[in-house]
């Protein structure tokens, strides 16, 4: 079982909801980026999303957007990602995925790719725009390496696709919340409800989480209620843009923000931060 499944699995035994939290590589630059993965590891996330910035991130409403636009005016690139998996992964046991767009990883070569992710640390891959009929040419290798390759569905995918979808994934199926992009409204509640309950039916192999538009303890507990967790990143990504932007505070105050932020997200405000002190 991978770091990743096991995670979810043990997590789902307890009855304890899974946070996964999205942040854009070399945002707000690139020395920020290891200590926001650090800042949000330690305030509970159960796994990260590390994203690889790209030009045309179709998924992805403004927040996410202007994250890769910035990250890239920085001139980060592919490799960059593996540098920051790499890092975070010598202090850390907790699960890295790195979630992108499929064109740089051919253009990177899929086995090459592949082979730089695993020795990274990297745990498994989400690329929202790998259509299932065509997972096949990263799925292979992906395997060969060990890396998980979650897949998405969509209020808007039928019973069977969603089956079909399941038993390919592994890690876990990516419920998108809305018809949309992230950074989106979360609609009605009984419509999203409903098809969160149909999901549920319908995804028996892998652990079922649910992103974007969740930006709250709120939300994230509303529709975690239907699956086995919550993934946040715009919120994430406007919180911390904030906070580097902000030049009166030192890196210090803007991780200790980022962290409350992480647990305040999994946990609400009622519970205490748990303490750094070693």
Known sequence: MSRLRDTLTSLRSRGATAM????????????????????????????????????????????IQRSSERALRHGVTMDDAFRTAEAFRADSDTPLLLMGYANPVFRYGVSNFCTAARSSGVDGLILPDLPLDEAGLIADEAAA???????????????????????????????????????SGLGTVDAVTAYLQRARR???????????GIRTHDDAMRLSAHTDGFIVGSALIDRAAALWDDDELTDQERAAAIREFAHTLKHGTETPLPSTAS
Do not use: C, K, W
């Open 202 to 212: 319908l995804v028996t192999q892998n652990p079922l989480l649910v992103g974007f």
């Open 145 to 183: 390496a060990n890396l998980d390759l979650v897949h998405l569905i969509a209020p808007n995918s039928s019973d069977e696709r969603i089956r079909r979808i399941d038993a390919a994934a592994t890690g876990f199926v990516y419920a998108v919340s809305v018809t949309g992009l992230t950074g």
């Open 20 to 63: 996964g939290l999205f942040m854009t590589n070399g945002f707000p630059h690139p020395d920020a980026t290891l200590p926001i993965l650090h800042a949000i590891d330690a305030g509970g996330a159960d796994f990260i999303e590390l994203g690889m910035p790209f030009s045309d991130p179709l998924a992805e409403g403004l927040p």
